[in-house]
């Protein structure tokens, strides 16, 4: 186990690179993220949870950054949206307009992302339920259902 | 114009791929070391006397470089009304308000400084509702109202009441209009305030650097409007305020007022010019910072049995919180555009902006025309409904079109509004009207339509100008920049497709400036009101037209012919009859240089502006005057499906038919509408503050603020109608707002239907069904 009780330098995987960071106990990941480490497609929206426009996955699954402590991330994969590349994802944002002023993309970037990785079978009911994390204030949300949907086609037909 | 190439064309934002990677920085991205953090202390009561603020404790705490309260340079703000002093001096206004700001070396040690502080309230009675502020001997919330010095001479407020303005309509002659009314109804209508709930919380920093340069960056949708103001409250020359605005996280209105920016500027006067960032939580982004008006309405309409609309009277009354801000323009807003899209030739509107305690108000997307929509709307609802005529017949019965006039008495034109009936009949082609506006299923539900129409105009200064700046770079693509914020409708792109047509040239090449400097990029009024497109794609025009003079200029040197048998067309100057015989941008950007060596003519550099012409004040008493250059108008549907049994229902579908002259980005363009829509059924059906007895704010997160989310939402239908104005570029008029307005409207007109009931109070929650159906009285289960 590990104890940190004070300013501490850890090691956190970020976008499959080891990053020495120094850590207080208290630091959010999304702190560590935006102020350590210069991360700042994860975006403080509420810091309570609520908004999910600082959500990185963390091992593979959606988690609010403001949510978890550095400490809690150590031994852990972290992906931001500075680690997605080209993603088809990404396109299908820029192709269905998926976004106005951008400041909650990042998060539902992340989330699509690991639906589309975790679930890709996922039908509306699924695609609705991982999606309700997140709250996007410019668009209907019916550009992101398109977005996600057309991803997830994407996929499947790949797949089958 | 249907041969253009990039007009009518769905274009990929310039700005994407960094929204989408996570390389878009908006203000609070820029994280630099040796920066100091603000924190602000916020009242815990809506009004009373500071009877004293100990700040010893917190002066002595880990990290705190300073402590400011009210009595540190004080100066009042205001765009209107002079009436708002950044930090509380004296007495509190409002729950939320600011009370000392403490700078440290972090936010946490900030936060802790903050906690230190020892405040003590002597609490006033609260004025917690419009009634509150008009009844007589109210409690004052500014005693001294009639002394305040108003920044724009038409406005008001009426010393020792809580009244900030009256706007009045006077049009035609009311009492004939009565006379020749065979049938009357009255609404009255209540709209909460509510919260304009960008994801991007604000944010602003400031640096005074020891050559006086203030630095100021923040996300904001009037940098301009912010160095003025700077300036003018601290006595700095203009020019050495510089405001840097990156992309905004949304903006919705909210931003166009100014707030942390004379915070951090003081913060950073405290500790000697040193950089100090403020950045608000969600909750004091909701409870601190300004937020949308509430407005209650009395509308009253007369109609002959034919349904021709023969009179309208109405009272607005605009809560515009502790401060005025943009309050009294949103109240004039709603008067000037009170009759909604419809032709009405007698008119007597007062549109009243009073004082409260509840946070203070600022513009928000429609400005105020999304009560004057949900107003006049519900009152035709209910004339059609004691007419016994069907919604649709009534509206175009009534509709606005050439000729007529509006309440302001400007004349009506195609091009300056366009064409309402039009957007009808398209509307009721995509909703299906003629099936019917109500139905039962099987289940037992009912599915219910409504609909509304609306229209807007701006209510700018008479001088808002815009200006556009071209340059050129050594491989022949330009540079465009102007002071316009992104906030997110794509308007940088919109003006990069505007330039890219009038130069026949791939916008590929063409470069936007994407953030703005106010040292560097032309003035931008604000960037409000549905005008970017307009007022910047005019100054584009105006710039490229100054390019291509330019161009022919030297090209005609270059080419050796007359300037007249040149033009302009992918990056090249060439000889009309001659396409062969060209040069290239690339080859111009500094000028022309001769075989022999010789250089001249140098750099092009071209330039643009735009200003709004002939608008007027209106008159006092008639409200006779030309507040805008055009109007939008258009028609929205909502279906539900109404759960009788659990006074429940589910949001269907919502349509849009807006009349947008041109289309300049398809796909952008209805992206926008739909987010409007979105906003407007979070008005209608959950969005509201909540004040208790003490007009303390309830509701300050969004675990108890709720917007809605994923799913929530109805199918969208957005479509277009294209009536060109004659002065925009292109034809193109203002969207971007309006897919709000007629939302809450259309809804209710459904919900009402449905429930057989009136909702003339929004929003419009299962909660209030149940209540209104049944007294409030729980049900065996």
Known sequence: MIEILEPSIVTLNVNGVDRKVTVKPSDTLLFTLRNELGLT???????????????????????????????????????????????????????????????????????????????????????????????????????????????????????? | MSDTKQIGVTTVRKE??????????????????????????????AHGLIKSLNIEKA???????????????????????????????????????????????????ASMGVNLIEVEYEPLPVVNSISDALKPNATLVHEHLGTYYCPDATVYPKAHTNMADQVKIRKGNIELGWAESEIVVETTINLPGSDHLSIETRVAKAEILPSGIVNIYTSSQGPFAVKEEISKN??????????????????????????????????SFAVGGKMVVLSMTREEDIMTSPSKISTEGIIKLGATKEGIIKALE???????????????????????????????????????SVYTNHGYSTSFRGFGHTASTFGIERAIEKLAKKLNMDPFDIRMKNAITEGNTSPTQEKITFSNAGNLVACMQKLKEIINWDEGNIRQTEKGTIIAKGISSFWKTSNSPTNASSGVILTLNDDGSLNLNFGAVEIGPGMKTTAAQILAERLKMDISSIHVFMDVNTQLSPKHWKTVASMTTFMIGNAVLGAANDFISQLKEIGGIALECSQDELEVANQKVFISHRPDIFISFKDLVHGYQYTSGMSIYGQIIAKGSYIMSRLTPLDRETGKGKPAVSWTVGAQAVEIEYNPKYYSYRLLRAASVIDAGKVINPKAARGVVMGGMSMGLGIATREEFIYDPKAVLSNTSLRTYKLLRFGENPKYAVEFVETPQIDGPFGARGVAEHGILGIPAAFANAISLAADDEFNDLPVSHETIWKKKTGGKYDTL
């Not at chain 1, 944002?93 to 679930?119: K, P, R």
Request: charged share 15%; with cysteine.
């Open chain 2, 59 to 109: 002066k002595r705490s880990k990290g705190v470089q300073a402590i400011i309260t009210g009595e540190y340079l004080p100066a009042l703000t205001g765009s209107i009304i002079k009436d708002h002093p950044p930090i509380a001096r004296n007495k509190v206004r409002y729950f939320g308000e600011p009370v000392a700001l403490v700078v440290a070396n972090t936010e946490q040690e």
């Open chain 1, 41 to 160: 497609g994860a975006k403080p929206g509420c810091e309570n949870g609520d908004c999910g426009a600082c959500t990185v996955l963390v091992d593979g699954w959606p988690i609010k950054s403001c949510l978890m402590l550095t400490v809690e991330a150590l031994g852990k994969n972290i992906l931001t949206v500075e680690g997605l590349k080209n993603t088809t994802i990404q396109k299908a944002f820029v192709e269905n307009f998926s976004f106005q002023c951008g400041y909650c993309t990042s998060g539902f970037l992340m989330v699509c992302h690991a639906l589309a990785t975790v679930q890709p079978d996922a039908n509306e009911a699924v695609i609705e339920e991982w999606l309700q994390s997140n709250i996007c204030r410019c668009t209907g949300y019916e550009e992101i259902g398109n977005a996600i949907k057309s991803t997830l086609n994407q996929i499947n037909t790949m797949q089958g």
């Open chain 2, 16 to 45: 994407a791929w960094d929204k989408v990677t996570g390389a878009a920085k908006y203000t609070g991205d820029t994280i630099t070391t040796g920066t100091f953090h603000g924190k602000i202390l916020t009242s815990t009561c």
């Open chain 2, 314 to 352: 109405c009272v607005y009354y605009v809560d515009c919180g502790a401060y005025t801000d943009t309050g009294p323009r949103m109240a004039k807003s709603i008067a000037i555009d009170c009759s909604g899209p419809y032709n009405i030739e007698n008119i007597l509107c007062d549109s009243i």
């Open chain 2, 234 to 267: 601290y006595q700095i020359p203009e020019g050495n305020v510089v405001v840097h605005t990156p992309l905004v996280g949304g903006g919705f209105g909210g931003k166009a007022a100014i707030q942390l920016e004379p915070l951090v500027y003081l913060a």
